[in-house]
Protein backbone atom coordinates (compact mmCIF):
# COMPACT_ATOMS: atom_id res chain seq x y z
CA UNK A 1 0.00 0.00 0.00
CA UNK A 2 2.67 2.06 1.05
CA UNK A 3 5.54 2.96 -1.32
CA UNK A 4 8.08 3.80 1.33
CA UNK A 5 9.35 2.19 4.45
CA UNK A 6 9.09 5.66 6.33
CA UNK A 7 8.36 9.23 5.26
CA UNK A 8 7.89 12.88 6.34
CA UNK A 9 4.39 14.56 5.84
CA UNK A 10 5.31 18.47 5.65
CA UNK A 11 2.50 21.32 5.69
CA UNK A 12 4.18 24.27 3.70
CA UNK A 13 0.67 26.37 4.82
CA UNK A 14 1.44 25.36 8.10
CA UNK A 15 5.16 26.79 7.71
CA UNK A 16 3.24 29.99 6.20
CA UNK A 17 1.01 30.44 8.58
CA UNK A 18 4.10 29.96 11.62
CA UNK A 19 5.57 32.77 10.13
CA UNK A 20 2.75 34.76 9.90
CA UNK A 21 2.14 34.57 13.50
CA UNK A 22 5.77 35.12 14.70
CA UNK A 23 5.65 38.69 11.99
CA UNK A 24 2.37 39.66 13.87
CA UNK A 25 4.15 38.96 17.05
CA UNK A 26 6.99 41.06 16.74
CA UNK A 27 5.28 44.45 14.74
CA UNK A 28 6.30 46.16 12.03
CA UNK A 29 9.21 47.55 13.25
CA UNK A 30 10.99 44.26 13.75
CA UNK A 31 12.16 42.07 10.74
CA UNK A 32 11.61 38.24 11.15
CA UNK A 33 14.78 36.60 9.80
CA UNK A 34 13.71 32.90 9.35
CA UNK A 35 16.19 30.74 10.47
CA UNK A 36 16.18 27.37 7.27
CA UNK A 37 20.05 26.05 8.81
CA UNK A 38 20.07 22.36 8.72
CA UNK A 39 17.90 21.28 5.71
CA UNK A 40 15.73 23.59 7.76
CA UNK A 41 15.35 21.40 10.78
CA UNK A 42 14.66 18.46 8.02
CA UNK A 43 11.65 20.39 6.69
CA UNK A 44 13.53 20.53 3.58
CA UNK A 45 15.68 23.99 2.86
CA UNK A 46 15.12 24.84 -0.94
CA UNK A 47 10.99 24.52 -0.41
CA UNK A 48 10.53 26.23 2.49
CA UNK A 49 12.46 29.36 2.08
CA UNK A 50 10.57 29.44 -1.14
CA UNK A 51 7.08 29.77 0.88
CA UNK A 52 8.76 32.08 3.54
CA UNK A 53 10.68 34.34 0.22
CA UNK A 54 6.95 34.39 -1.15
CA UNK A 55 5.09 35.59 2.50
CA UNK A 56 7.76 38.25 2.23
CA UNK A 57 10.90 36.93 4.39
CA UNK A 58 13.74 39.75 3.49
CA UNK A 59 15.94 37.63 4.73
CA UNK A 60 16.69 33.84 5.36
CA UNK A 61 19.25 32.56 8.26
CA UNK A 62 21.96 29.33 7.33
CA UNK A 63 24.74 27.83 8.95
CA UNK A 64 27.52 27.34 6.59
CA UNK A 65 28.14 28.80 3.49
CA UNK A 66 26.82 25.58 1.55
CA UNK A 67 23.67 25.96 2.48
CA UNK A 68 23.60 29.09 1.43
CA UNK A 69 24.77 27.89 -2.17
CA UNK A 70 22.49 25.42 -2.46
CA UNK A 71 19.49 28.48 -2.10
CA UNK A 72 21.14 30.39 -4.18
CA UNK A 73 21.24 27.90 -6.77
CA UNK A 74 17.60 27.21 -6.08
CA UNK A 75 16.88 31.02 -7.20
CA UNK A 76 16.08 31.79 -3.90
CA UNK A 77 16.41 35.56 -3.93
CA UNK A 78 16.25 37.02 0.02
CA UNK A 79 19.23 38.42 1.55
CA UNK A 80 20.53 35.55 3.56
CA UNK A 81 22.94 35.43 6.61
CA UNK A 82 25.38 32.98 6.68
CA UNK A 83 25.94 32.50 11.05
CA UNK A 84 28.57 30.29 11.36
CA UNK A 85 31.26 29.81 8.71
CA UNK A 86 33.99 32.40 7.82
CA UNK A 87 36.89 29.57 7.13
CA UNK A 88 39.34 31.25 5.30
CA UNK A 89 38.55 28.63 2.34
CA UNK A 90 34.90 29.15 1.84
CA UNK A 91 35.15 33.57 2.15
CA UNK A 92 35.55 34.20 -1.75
CA UNK A 93 32.31 31.95 -2.28
CA UNK A 94 30.51 34.47 0.29
CA UNK A 95 31.44 37.41 -2.93
CA UNK A 96 30.49 35.51 -5.40
CA UNK A 97 27.27 33.95 -3.81
CA UNK A 98 25.33 37.29 -2.48
CA UNK A 99 25.68 36.21 0.69
CA UNK A 100 26.26 37.79 4.03
CA UNK A 101 28.51 36.44 6.70
CA UNK A 102 28.05 36.66 10.29
CA UNK A 103 31.71 37.36 11.27
CA UNK A 104 33.23 36.41 14.47
CA UNK A 105 36.95 37.73 14.71
CA UNK A 106 38.27 41.31 14.17
CA UNK A 107 41.04 39.38 12.04
CA UNK A 108 38.17 37.72 10.05
CA UNK A 109 36.77 41.41 9.57
CA UNK A 110 39.84 42.72 8.62
CA UNK A 111 40.77 39.45 6.16
CA UNK A 112 37.14 40.40 4.43
CA UNK A 113 37.97 43.83 3.93
CA UNK A 114 41.04 42.79 1.99
CA UNK A 115 38.46 40.40 0.16
CA UNK A 116 36.54 42.88 -0.87
CA UNK A 117 38.51 45.40 -1.61
CA UNK A 118 40.23 43.73 -4.18
CA UNK A 119 37.45 42.03 -6.08
CA UNK A 120 35.86 46.11 -5.86
CA UNK A 121 33.10 45.09 -4.23
CA UNK A 122 31.12 46.65 -1.05
CA UNK A 123 30.64 44.09 1.22
CA UNK A 124 28.14 43.98 3.82
CA UNK A 125 28.79 42.11 7.01
CA UNK A 126 27.01 41.47 10.47
CA UNK A 127 29.62 41.33 13.54
CA UNK A 128 28.57 38.78 16.15
CA UNK A 129 29.74 39.70 19.61
CA UNK A 130 30.80 36.94 22.74
CA UNK A 131 28.12 38.16 25.29
CA UNK A 132 28.68 35.60 27.56
CA UNK A 133 27.72 32.40 25.53
CA UNK A 134 31.35 31.51 25.22
CA UNK A 135 30.76 30.51 21.95
CA UNK A 136 31.38 32.30 18.62
CA UNK A 137 31.74 35.67 18.83
CA UNK A 138 34.69 38.44 19.28
CA UNK A 139 35.05 38.99 22.58
CA UNK A 140 37.01 42.28 22.03
CA UNK A 141 36.24 46.00 23.46
CA UNK A 142 34.32 48.48 21.77
CA UNK A 143 37.50 50.60 21.54
CA UNK A 144 39.19 47.33 19.54
CA UNK A 145 35.86 46.99 17.48
CA UNK A 146 35.79 50.55 16.47
CA UNK A 147 40.03 50.25 15.65
CA UNK A 148 39.07 48.01 13.61
CA UNK A 149 36.04 49.31 11.84
CA UNK A 150 38.23 52.60 11.10
CA UNK A 151 40.63 49.96 8.48
CA UNK A 152 37.21 49.25 6.38
CA UNK A 153 35.74 50.41 3.51
CA UNK A 154 35.05 48.07 1.03
CA UNK A 155 33.48 45.61 4.24
CA UNK A 156 30.58 47.60 5.64
CA UNK A 157 29.12 46.63 9.43
CA UNK A 158 25.55 46.13 8.58
CA UNK A 159 24.71 44.29 11.67
CA UNK A 160 25.83 43.72 14.96
CA UNK A 161 24.44 40.49 16.81
CA UNK A 162 25.24 37.97 19.57
CA UNK A 163 23.09 35.23 21.02
CA UNK A 164 21.81 33.97 24.33
CA UNK A 165 23.08 31.38 26.44
CA UNK A 166 20.07 30.66 28.55
CA UNK A 167 17.07 32.35 26.95
CA UNK A 168 14.49 29.78 28.38
CA UNK A 169 15.97 30.15 31.88
CA UNK A 170 14.02 32.94 33.15
CA UNK A 171 15.55 31.87 36.84
CA UNK A 172 18.72 33.02 35.77
CA UNK A 173 19.79 36.66 35.09
CA UNK A 174 22.53 35.04 32.12
CA UNK A 175 20.05 36.77 29.44
CA UNK A 176 19.90 39.89 31.40
CA UNK A 177 23.69 40.41 31.85
CA UNK A 178 23.97 39.36 27.86
CA UNK A 179 21.91 42.29 26.99
CA UNK A 180 23.40 44.94 29.03
CA UNK A 181 27.14 43.35 27.89
CA UNK A 182 25.41 43.74 24.27
CA UNK A 183 24.08 47.64 24.50
CA UNK A 184 27.01 48.87 26.06
CA UNK A 185 28.95 47.76 23.04
CA UNK A 186 26.76 49.35 20.53
CA UNK A 187 26.13 52.61 22.80
CA UNK A 188 29.84 53.05 22.56
CA UNK A 189 29.93 52.01 18.73
CA UNK A 190 26.77 55.06 18.17
CA UNK A 191 28.70 57.31 20.04
CA UNK A 192 31.54 57.38 17.86
CA UNK A 193 29.22 57.06 15.22
CA UNK A 194 29.02 53.78 13.88
CA UNK A 195 25.55 52.84 13.85
CA UNK A 196 24.74 49.26 12.09
CA UNK A 197 21.46 48.90 10.74
CA UNK A 198 20.75 45.51 12.43
CA UNK A 199 20.67 44.35 15.14
CA UNK A 200 19.97 41.18 16.80
CA UNK A 201 20.22 38.93 19.70
CA UNK A 202 17.33 36.90 19.56
CA UNK A 203 15.95 33.52 18.63
CA UNK A 204 12.57 31.80 18.87
CA UNK A 205 12.47 31.71 22.89
CA UNK A 206 12.73 35.78 23.86
CA UNK A 207 10.07 36.45 20.77
CA UNK A 208 7.61 33.64 22.08
CA UNK A 209 7.68 35.32 26.05
CA UNK A 210 7.75 39.00 24.88
CA UNK A 211 11.15 39.93 26.16
CA UNK A 212 11.34 42.47 24.07
CA UNK A 213 14.35 44.31 25.39
CA UNK A 214 16.16 41.30 23.54
CA UNK A 215 14.26 41.69 19.89
CA UNK A 216 16.80 44.88 18.74
CA UNK A 217 15.28 45.23 15.37
CA UNK A 218 15.50 42.00 13.76
CA UNK A 219 14.70 38.21 15.57
CA UNK A 220 16.18 34.86 14.08
CA UNK A 221 13.64 32.50 15.02
CA UNK A 222 14.35 28.46 13.79
CA UNK A 223 12.11 26.87 16.02
CA UNK A 224 9.12 28.59 16.31
CA UNK A 225 8.97 28.60 12.16
CA UNK A 226 8.41 24.58 12.16
CA UNK A 227 5.74 25.20 15.07
CA UNK A 228 7.77 24.64 18.24
CA UNK A 229 8.72 26.86 21.24
CA UNK A 230 10.18 25.13 24.35
CA UNK A 231 8.77 26.07 27.78
CA UNK A 232 10.69 28.62 29.82
CA UNK A 233 11.55 27.83 33.29
CA UNK A 234 10.52 30.90 35.74
CA UNK A 235 7.80 31.98 34.05
CA UNK A 236 3.86 32.03 34.30
CA UNK A 237 2.97 33.28 31.00
CA UNK A 238 2.78 31.58 27.98
CA UNK A 239 4.01 31.59 24.55
CA UNK A 240 2.65 34.37 22.69
CA UNK A 241 2.66 32.64 19.34
CA UNK A 242 0.03 30.64 17.71
CA UNK A 243 2.58 28.29 16.15
CA UNK A 244 1.81 24.55 15.20
CA UNK A 245 4.30 21.90 14.28
CA UNK A 246 4.38 21.37 10.34
CA UNK A 247 5.67 17.41 10.04
CA UNK A 248 4.57 14.19 10.70
CA UNK A 249 6.84 11.47 10.36
CA UNK A 250 4.94 7.60 9.61
CA UNK A 251 6.73 4.35 9.11
CA UNK A 252 5.27 1.59 7.08
CA UNK A 253 4.12 -1.53 9.26
CA UNK A 254 6.67 -4.65 7.00
CA UNK A 255 5.44 -7.86 9.62
CA UNK A 256 2.24 -8.50 12.18
CA UNK A 257 2.91 -11.67 14.09
CA UNK A 258 1.29 -12.82 17.08
CA UNK A 259 3.79 -14.66 19.28
CA UNK A 260 3.32 -16.54 23.05
CA UNK A 261 3.87 -15.32 26.27
CA UNK A 262 7.79 -15.43 27.43
CA UNK A 263 8.87 -14.79 23.78
CA UNK A 264 11.97 -12.19 23.14
CA UNK A 265 11.91 -9.30 21.29
CA UNK A 266 14.88 -8.01 19.33
CA UNK A 267 18.67 -7.37 20.35
CA UNK A 268 19.37 -8.39 23.54
CA UNK A 269 16.23 -9.74 24.00
CA UNK A 270 15.53 -6.43 26.54
CA UNK A 271 11.83 -7.13 26.68
CA UNK A 272 10.31 -10.36 27.17
CA UNK A 273 6.41 -10.89 26.61
CA UNK A 274 4.39 -11.16 29.18
CA UNK A 275 1.11 -12.25 27.15
CA UNK A 276 0.52 -13.48 23.99
CA UNK A 277 1.59 -10.57 21.74
CA UNK A 278 0.91 -9.24 18.71
CA UNK A 279 3.93 -7.52 17.27
CA UNK A 280 3.93 -4.92 14.19
CA UNK A 281 7.49 -4.59 12.75
CA UNK A 282 8.23 -0.86 11.21
CA UNK A 283 10.32 0.02 8.33
CA UNK A 284 12.40 2.63 10.46
CA UNK A 285 15.29 2.93 12.74
CA UNK A 286 18.18 4.84 14.35
CA UNK A 287 19.83 4.79 11.19
CA UNK A 288 16.42 6.96 9.98
CA UNK A 289 17.47 8.86 12.82
CA UNK A 290 14.35 6.99 15.33
CA UNK A 291 16.68 7.43 18.50
CA UNK A 292 18.02 4.59 19.95
CA UNK A 293 17.07 5.98 23.31
CA UNK A 294 13.43 4.83 22.26
CA UNK A 295 14.10 1.27 23.04
CA UNK A 296 11.55 0.11 25.37
CA UNK A 297 10.04 3.66 25.98
CA UNK A 298 9.23 5.28 22.77
CA UNK A 299 5.34 5.20 21.36
CA UNK A 300 3.86 5.07 18.02
CA UNK A 301 0.25 5.40 16.85
CA UNK A 302 -1.36 3.04 14.99
CA UNK A 303 -5.35 3.60 14.21
CA UNK A 304 -5.21 5.99 16.88
CA UNK A 305 -4.20 4.60 19.49
CA UNK A 306 -0.88 4.84 21.04
CA UNK A 307 1.31 1.72 21.57
CA UNK A 308 4.88 0.85 23.08
CA UNK A 309 7.98 0.04 21.70
CA UNK A 310 9.42 -3.35 22.49
CA UNK A 311 12.47 -4.26 22.77
CA UNK A 312 15.65 -2.26 21.06
CA UNK A 313 15.21 0.53 18.56
CA UNK A 314 17.34 -1.34 15.80
CA UNK A 315 19.15 0.34 12.91
CA UNK A 316 16.30 -0.20 10.13
CA UNK A 317 13.15 -1.62 12.26
CA UNK A 318 11.59 -1.05 15.02
CA UNK A 319 9.18 -3.46 16.93
CA UNK A 320 5.75 -2.14 18.67
CA UNK A 321 2.91 -4.04 20.52
CA UNK A 322 0.01 -3.95 18.11
CA UNK A 323 -2.01 -6.46 20.49
CA UNK A 324 -5.82 -5.86 19.40
CA UNK A 325 -5.46 -4.01 16.69
CA UNK A 326 -6.59 -5.27 13.43
CA UNK A 327 -3.02 -4.34 11.57
CA UNK A 328 -1.64 -5.80 8.08
CA UNK A 329 1.59 -5.36 6.71
CA UNK A 330 1.61 -1.93 4.25
CA UNK A 331 -0.43 0.03 7.10
CA UNK A 332 1.01 3.00 8.28
CA UNK A 333 2.14 3.85 12.11
CA UNK A 334 2.66 7.56 13.17
CA UNK A 335 5.90 8.47 14.46
CA UNK A 336 5.57 11.93 14.76
CA UNK A 337 2.29 13.94 14.66
CA UNK A 338 -1.43 12.99 15.25
CA UNK A 339 -3.45 10.15 14.31
CA UNK A 340 -7.20 10.29 14.97
CA UNK A 341 -7.43 12.20 18.80
CA UNK A 342 -3.95 11.03 20.11
CA UNK A 343 -0.76 12.88 18.55
CA UNK A 344 2.73 12.84 19.61
CA UNK A 345 5.43 15.44 19.30
CA UNK A 346 8.81 16.62 19.10
CA UNK A 347 9.28 17.54 22.25
CA UNK A 348 7.45 14.15 24.22
CA UNK A 349 9.95 12.06 22.21
CA UNK A 350 12.37 13.93 23.10
CA UNK A 351 11.65 13.53 26.85
CA UNK A 352 11.12 10.02 26.28
CA UNK A 353 14.64 9.62 24.85
CA UNK A 354 16.49 11.90 27.23
CA UNK A 355 17.41 14.34 23.95
CA UNK A 356 16.16 18.28 22.91
CA UNK A 357 13.22 18.58 20.58
CA UNK A 358 15.96 20.42 17.97
CA UNK A 359 18.10 17.14 17.98
CA UNK A 360 15.09 14.92 17.33
CA UNK A 361 13.70 16.87 14.27
CA UNK A 362 17.49 17.54 12.96
CA UNK A 363 17.83 13.92 13.73
CA UNK A 364 15.93 12.29 11.30
CA UNK A 365 18.02 11.21 8.27
CA UNK A 366 18.18 12.12 4.80
CA UNK A 367 16.73 7.85 4.11
CA UNK A 368 13.29 9.42 5.48
CA UNK A 369 11.35 10.34 2.24
CA UNK A 370 10.13 14.17 2.07
CA UNK A 371 6.30 14.50 1.02
CA UNK A 372 4.76 17.89 0.91
CA UNK A 373 1.02 17.81 1.49
C1 LIG B 1 19.90 28.11 15.33
C2 LIG B 1 20.05 29.54 15.67
C3 LIG B 1 18.91 30.35 15.80
C4 LIG B 1 17.50 29.78 15.79
O1 LIG B 1 17.22 29.24 17.06
P1 LIG B 1 15.78 28.66 17.44
O2 LIG B 1 15.88 28.35 18.89
O3 LIG B 1 15.58 27.45 16.60
O4 LIG B 1 14.79 29.72 17.15
C5 LIG B 1 19.11 31.71 15.98
N1 LIG B 1 20.35 32.23 16.04
C6 LIG B 1 21.47 31.48 15.95
C7 LIG B 1 22.80 32.12 16.05
C8 LIG B 1 21.36 30.10 15.79
O5 LIG B 1 22.46 29.35 15.72
Redesign the pocket.
Known amino acids: MNMYRSWLEVSLSQIDANFRSIRRATGPGVTVMP?V?ADA?RHGAVEVSRVLEEAGARWL?V?NVHEGIALRESGIQSRILV??DFLPASRPLFLDYNLTP?IHSLEGVLAYEHLAAAAGQSAPFHL?IDTGMGR?GTRASALEILDTLAQTRAAKLEGL?S?FAS?PNYTSTQTDEQIATFTAVLQHLRTAGINPPLVHL????P?AYGRKEAWGNLV???????G?V?PAKGLNTASSLDVHPALAWKATILEVKDIPAGAAIGYGGIHTTNRPTRIAVLGVGYADGYPHRLSNKGRVLIQGRSVPVLGAVSMDLTTVDATGLNVEPGHPATLLGADGAESIDAQQIAKLAGTIS?SVLCGISSRVVRLYV
Open positions: VKYASMASKLMHASSTVVRPGHAIYYSY
